[in-house]
T-cell receptor, first 115, second 114 residues
């Protein structure tokens, strides 16, 4: 079974530029998550999709971050404009559903450096 | 709100010795708890989970975790540590409610010395 695919693996941009990350979840997984992991911290949920609908984006900085999940499969996360504090690893994960007992599977992440 | 705490930033253990990585939880209902491991420049890998039933949960790579309701703990254990176990370990909990967010602790760095 193929895992969660993310691209690019690394990205360096200047502040105020825009950037986009792509995620392809495990086939058949209805729930997709984007997490932000700042160095030395645990992952923080940015947004959670159930199929193609957003079920939680309470910690997404909506003035600069946006995300969509086209046709309930692939997803993109965009930052525009980027700030220095956005430097982090962005992790995509998916799960069969969002029930309590369900584990999530993670991609390798995209390491973003904003200079 | 549901949460997990990992009180140790780092745990050091000699190869061959038993290891324990601690996690405590705070939930308002039934706890659904998870352990993940993160190797350098990699994503998080699922190790094991507690849903209900047996308090000792067995997972991948020889790891197990002990659920203790009275102490609200879910400590990760392994009888004999390997150098290759050196990594960052995260405890997580589903927060219940309509979205069941997966909430992570701050992580514990496990260093196994040869």
């Amino acid at each position: 079974e193929a895992g969660v695919a993310q691209s690019p693996r690394y990205k360096i941009i200047e502040k105020r530029q825009s950037v986009a990350f792509w995620c392809n979840p495990i086939s058949g997984h209805a729930t997709l998550y984007w997490y932000q992991q700042i160095l030395g911290q645990g992952p923080k949920l940015l947004i959670q999709f159930q199929n193609n609908g957003v079920v939680d984006d309470s910690q997404l900085p909506k003035d600069r971050f946006s995300a969509e999940r086209l046709k309930g499969v692939d997803s993109t996360l965009k930052i525009q404009p980027a700030k220095l504090e956005d430097s982090a690893v962005y992790l995509c994960a998916s799960s069969v559903n969002h029930l309590e007992s369900t584990e999530a599977f993670f991609g390798q992440g995209t390491r973003l450096t904003v200079v | 709100a549901q949460s997990v705490a990992q009180p140790e930033d780092q745990v050091n253990v000699a190869e061959g010795n038993p290891l324990t990585v601690k996690c405590t939880y705070s939930v308002s209902g039934n706890p659904y708890l998870f352990w993940y491991v993160q190797y350098p420049n990699r994503g998080l890998q699922f190790l094991l989970k507690y849903i209900t039933g047996d308090n000792l949960v067995k997972g991948s790579y020889g790891f197990e975790a002990e659920f203790n309701k009275s102490q609200t703990s879910f400590h990760l254990k392994k009888p004999s540590a390997l150098v290759s176990d050196s990594a960052l370990y995260f405890c997580a909990v589903r927060d219940g409610g309509a979205t069941n967010k997966l909430i992570f602790g701050t992580g514990t760095l496990l260093a196994v010395q040869p």
